[in-house]
Nanobody, 132 residues
Framework: QVRLVESGGGLVQAGDSLRLSCTASVRTFSNYVVGWFRQAPGKERGKEREFVGAISRNGGSTYYSDSVKGRFTISRDNAKNTVYLQMNSLKPEDTAVYYC?????????????????????WGQGTQVTVSS
């Protein structure tokens, strides 16, 4: 069982930066691909959860959605069992609950990474609100 805890959310203004953290309770965190997803206000959990990005097991590869590419960066420190989501140039449309998720897919490709079904473990989410 892998327990994930997100932190770092908050209220910021448009153009600001924020860094989210996702810390895992398992020693073998390096065995998992980690993805970030977000759910905008008014969306039920499990529906319309938007893929943000993902990072490979050793951190050597990342993949981002077009909506955040160039503004968001995912990194990981497996020694600390933590994955980070650095968010720059935030926009009001980035407002959402952000979730990290861990999975063990056989391939690190678009169709696999964007699917919520790829990930077996999810955090509770952290709220990010960007005011205009």
């Amino acid at each position: 069982q892998v327990r994930l805890v997100e932190s770092g959310g908050g209220l910021v203004q448009a153009g600001d930066s924020l860094r989210l953290s996702c810390t895992a309770s398992v020693r073998t965190f390096s065995n998992y691909v980690v993805g970030w997803f977000r759910q905008a206000p008014g969306k039920e959990r499990g529906k319309e959860r938007e893929f943000v990005g993902a990072i490979s097991r050793n951190g050597g590869s990342t993949y981002y959605s077009d909506s955040v590419k160039g503004r968001f960066t995912i990194s990981r420190d497996n020694a600390k069992n933590t994955v980070y989501l650095q968010m720059n140039s935030l926009k009001p449309e980035d407002t959402a609950v952000y979730y990290c998720a861990a999975g063990d897919p056989s391939r690190f490709v678009h169709t696999v990474l964007v699917s919520t079904g790829t990930y077996n473990y999810w955090g509770q989410g952290t709220q990010v609100t960007v005011s205009s």
